[in-house]
Every structure is written in C-alpha cells, then in structure tokens.
C-alpha cells in the first residue's frame, strides 16, 4: 500500500469515519454506516467502493447484506494509523456512534467474518 493513496483515502470526512467506525466495530454494514453517518446510502456505497478498490476493505455478502471490514492484506502501519486515530478522536466519532447504537434494527451477523462460508 503506497503511503499516498491511504491518507489521500483517509483525507475524505465520509471515508475517514467509515474506516474510524469499521476500526472500532469490526465489521459493519452498508446500512449500519448509512445510519451512523446519516447520509444516503449512494454516497456511502461510493465510498465504501473506493475504500474497496484500493486495497484498505473487502466485503462480504449476505443475503441482502453487504458487511465491511478491513482487508486482510492491509498492512500493519496502516492499522497502526487507524488504531491511533481512533484513539485520539473519540469526539469526532460520538454522534455517529451514537446514532449506530440508536438503531432499532441492525442486520445479524451469521459467524465471525473470518470463518464465514459464503
């Protein structure tokens, strides 16, 4: 992962909160995150999509359920990056978080992501 395409990925407030959500949820989502983030789903999918296609998350389907979480090749730094901006943005992730939590209904999910079978 080139240092560049990360932090130019980290430097969007809708993709930068997705990651900062997904770091401290595990998983979550397409609905989850439309939710926390109170935005339409469109635009939180087109993020998602690019965070996809650079390499930082991958996704799993199930059944009507699109789930996102880090990409297991994303490497340690990265994650370092994220786990340290979490930690020191706690604020910034209040209102979302709350609003994720407000959530009368969350989809299931069916295992652990990394020892689904779909």
């Not at 990360?6 to 949820?25: E, G, S, W």
């Not at 059944?63 to 943005?89: H, K």
Request: hydrophobic share 40%; glycine share 4%; charged share 20%.
């Amino acid at each position: 992962m080139e240092p560049s395409v990360f932090f130019k990925a980290m430097a969007d407030d809708t993709r930068l909160c997705c990651l900062l959500l997904i770091q401290q949820q595990g998983e979550l989502c397409v609905c989850e995150l439309t939710a926390a983030l109170a935005q339409s789903q469109p635009k939180v999918s087109r993020h998602l999509a690019q965070l996809r296609n650079q390499g930082i998350l991958q996704d799993r389907r199930q059944g009507q359920w699109v789930f996102y979480r880090f990409d297991e090749t994303l490497p340690t730094w990265c994650r370092q990056v994220l786990v340290a901006t979490l930690q020191d943005n706690q604020a910034m992730l209040a209102a979302p978080t709350e609003r994720l939590h407000a959530m009368n209904w969350r989809p299931e999910r069916c295992c652990a992501a990394a020892t689904c079978g779909d």
